[in-house]
Nanobody, 123 residues
Framework: QVQLVESGGGSVQAGGSLRLSCAAS????????MGWFRQAPGKEREGVAS????????VYADSVKGRFTISRDNAKSTLYLQMISLKPEDTAMYYC????????????????WGQGTQVTVSS
């Protein structure tokens, strides 16, 4: 059973940077994609970025393209989200997830979620 633990959230001013980490354990043969979601208060959870665990191809939401970078360190079994040029509208709880498919930046048929890490960007 896949388990995910996020870290790295915090409070920054607009224009700042953060790197989120997601430590993973218990991979299964059905873990084809990993990704990051975010959910702001009163809004639906949205896919931010996804990565194919086979060929490492990445897809980003338009709102973060050019500012966020998703990557994996296989040796450490860790997923990252490097975020630069942060904006107040990036404020949300960020979750990592694994799954068996994706639609653009959104991982589908999710097998596991992390507990979330809060990112707050002030203007």
């Amino acid at each position: 059973q896949v388990q995910l633990v996020e870290s790295g959230g915090g409070s920054v001013q607009a224009g700042g940077s953060l790197r989120l980490s997601c430590a993973a354990s218990g991979y299964t043969s059905s873990t084809y994609y990993m990704g990051w979601f975010r959910q702001a208060p009163g809004k639906e959870r949205e896919g931010v970025a996804s990565i194919d665990t086979g060929d490492s191809t990445t897809v980003y939401a338009d709102s973060v393209k050019g500012r966020f970078t998703i990557s994996r360190d296989n040796a450490k079994s860790t997923l990252y989200l490097q975020m630069i040029s942060l904006k107040p509208e990036d404020t949300a709880m960020y979750y990592c997830a694994t799954g068996r498919g994706r639609t653009g930046p959104r991982v589908m048929w999710v097998d596991a979620w992390g507990q979330g890490t809060q990112v707050t960007v002030s203007s």
